[in-house]
């Protein structure tokens, strides 16, 4: 595995922060963090195709890096004085919730702006010499190097590397501009069949989702629904934090009607009464709220991995019942210790929420 040091080398040319970051060294914070900000757009992991991924998240945890030990004015005093810093550790640390830490959520919107500006751009052209000199003019490593590019990029980038060459910037590759068509091809082919791919794996995602959402629309409402959330009231004991745990498609906005069912059964005498149920307090209501907002914003952040997980459970949903598929989850999630809610004859009796 490389050091720092030498990814630093590796990717930007240079183990000297400041140029990395192209700032000088007095620079301010906010200069750092804009700096830093920029160019960790260009090199995101989550903006860049597939065959740029590695390259880019390597560029990404090294940016991350530097701008961790530059906005912390002691380790930067050391950094400037000896240019030394801390070669070791943080191998298992999330550069992505540390960016996310620092910046506002970045929209569709904000990543074509911001490849419009960067086309054609100065930075643009450092990128391209960079990435010329760096793979000696091999195009289809250099495609991996530079952000936004593609099959139709090329001729931009031939363009800008011709100019570079009349100039004498850089030594003129042979490799470069008589590339055989063979290699060419290859790697036109690669492309476009990731861009296949992705296009597959977004309809297939799409069709996962209007399934799911479906069949979130069949359960609220049902008989299931009623028997779980009856069972989850009395195994908690009217514990409302443990009972969206155990109520399948639960979540804040469901709460009061969750609350209306419960009032029903209390009035039908069907189960006892649970202050902590109707009186909860105030607190731990926030908690709760908070903590369902902050894993709503992680299955947002990484959706590609919460379509899979719901793909499996439309699978188990395909092979058996609906209920037995929250049996299925339990066992895999849920406490081994706590009683299951899918289990004991309510259960299997059949109301409607609608019942008085």
């Not at 000088?24 to 065959?51: E, F, G, M, N």
């Not at 620092?102 to 643009?124: P, R």
Request: overall charge positive.
């Amino acid at each position: 595995m490389s050091s720092f040091k030498e990814n630093c080398e590796k990717y930007f040319g240079t183990t000297n922060f400041y140029e990395i970051l192209e700032v000088p060294k007095d620079a301010s914070q906010k200069d750092i963090k804009k700096a830093y900000h920029k160019l960790s757009l260009v090199v995101h992991p989550d903006r860049v195709d597939s065959p740029q991924k590695l390259v880019a998240t390597e560029k990404f945890k090294v940016l991350g890096k530097i701008h961790s030990i530059l906005q912390d004015e002691s380790k930067r005093k050391i950094y400037d004085d000896c240019g030394e810093f801390d070669d070791e550790g943080d191998t298992d640390f999330n550069w992505m919730e540390y960016w996310r830490s620092l910046f506002k959520k970045i929209s569709l919107k904000d990543i074509q702006n911001f490849e419009n500006e960067y086309k054609g751009s100065e930075t643009e052209v450092r990128d391209i010499k960079k990435a010329y000199e760096s793979c000696k003019g091999n195009m289809t490593k250099m495609m991996e190097y530079i952000p936004f590019s593609n099959p139709e990029s090329e001729p931009r980038i031939i363009e800008v590397v011709r100019g570079l060459v009349d100039k004498g910037e850089v030594e003129e590759y042979d490799v470069f501009f008589n590339e055989p068509a063979k290699k060419r091809r290859l790697r036109h082919k690669k492309y476009q069949k990731e861009k296949e791919e992705v296009e597959k794996e977004s309809s297939e995602n799409k069709a996962r989702r209007e399934q799911f959402s479906n069949l979130e629309k069949d359960y609220i409402g049902s008989e299931s629904e009623y028997a779980d959330i009856k069972n989850a009231y009395e195994s908690w004991k009217g514990n409302m934090t443990k009972m969206m745990d155990s109520i399948p498609f639960a979540k804040i906005e469901n709460e009061p009607r969750i609350i209306s069912v419960v009032r029903g059964m209390v009035e039908r005498k069907e189960v006892p009464k649970y202050d902590i149920f109707f009186n909860e307090p105030l607190k731990e209501r926030k908690k709760r709220h908070q903590k369902f907002q902050k894993e709503r914003e992680g299955v947002e952040r990484n959706s590609m991995e919460d379509l899979e997980t719901v793909a499996n459970e439309i699978q188990q949903r395909a092979s058996s019942s609906f209920m037995n598929m929250i049996t299925s989850l339990e066992s895999k999630y849920g406490n081994n210790k706590r009683k299951s809610i899918t289990t004991g004859k309510n259960a299997s009796k059949k109301r409607k929420i609608s019942k008085k």
